[in-house]
Nanobody
Framework: QVQLVESGGGLVQPGGSLRLSCAAS????????MGWDHQAPGKERELVAS???????NYQDSVKGRFTISRDNAKNTVYLQMNSLRPEDTAVYYC?????????WGQGTQVTVSS
C-alpha cells in the first residue's frame, strides 16, 4: 500500500505564495513520476505539474512562470512552490505518484486564493 500525505495548503491573498509538500511512503519500489493535480468544485481534475525521476518537468500552461515543482528523491518527497497566486488557482491539490503499477493520489490539500 502506497501512502501520500500532502501539506501546506491554506488561504492566501491574490499575488501571495504557498508551498505544498507531499511525502510518499509504503510499498514503493521505483517512482517514475511525482506531481500535482488539482480539482475545483464541479470541475474535472487536471494536471498542474509533474516531475520524473530523471528531472523532466511538465507544467499546465496556466501555471508556467508562477509555479515550480521540485523533488527530493532521497526523501520520496515532491514540492510545489506556488507564487503569484490567482483566484482561479483555488482548488483541492492532490499529490500524484506513478510507478510501474499505475497511479496513486493523496487525500488532497485545499488552496484558497481570495481577498
Amino acid at each position: 500500500q502506497v501512502q501520500l500525505v500532502e501539506s501546506g495548503g491554506g488561504l492566501v491573498q491574490p499575488g501571495g505564495s504557498l508551498r505544498l509538500s507531499c511525502a510518499a511512503s509504503g510499498s514503493i519500489l521505483s517512482i517514475n513520476v511525482m506531481g500535482w493535480d488539482h480539482q475545483a468544485p464541479g470541475k474535472e481534475r487536471e494536471l498542474v505539474a509533474s516531475i520524473t525521476r530523471g528531472g523532466t518537468i511538465n507544467y499546465q500552461d496556466s501555471v508556467k512562470g508562477r509555479f515550480t515543482i521540485s523533488r527530493d528523491n532521497a526523501k520520496n518527497t515532491v514540492y510545489l512552490q506556488m507564487n503569484s497566486l490567482r483566484p482561479e488557482d483555488t482548488a483541492v491539490y492532490y499529490c500524484k505518484l506513478r510507478t510501474a503499477l499505475g497511479y496513486s493520489w493523496g487525500q488532497g490539500t485545499q488552496v484558497t486564493v481570495s481577498s
